[in-house]
């Protein structure tokens, strides 16, 4: 489910504030697309807000450097995209 994923980033992300992960817009309403997006809005502490995006940034690039070394993948420098 990728909610969860993104929940659990969110969480991981501001350990200490303990982020709650909600979801908003269609998708708990169930009127979403089949190529919709997904709504996700995290409440905290107001201390942690500057602090959880660089802390989000980090777990997705260390989250992307573990899928390329899983596949093996060496060709891409660790400061690019893709």
Do not use: H, K, M
């Given at each position: 489910?990728?909610?969860?994923?993104?929940?659990?980033?969110?969480?991981?992300?501001?350990p200490p504030a303990?982020?709650?992960?909600?979801?908003?817009?269609?998708?708990?309403?169930?009127?979403?697309?089949?190529?919709?997006d997904l709504d996700v809005g995290a409440c905290m502490p107001a201390p942690y807000v500057s602090?959880?995006?660089q802390g989000m940034v980090e777990l997705l690039e260390s989250q992307r450097l573990a899928a390329l070394n899983a596949n093996g993948d060496d060709a891409h420098h660790?400061?690019?995209l893709g």
């Open positions: 489910d990728i909610y969860e994923y993104v929940a659990r980033l969110v969480r991981q992300a501001c303990g982020a709650v992960p909600f979801l908003y817009g269609s998708v708990p309403l169930r009127t979403y697309l089949p190529d919709g602090r959880w995006f660790p400061n690019t």
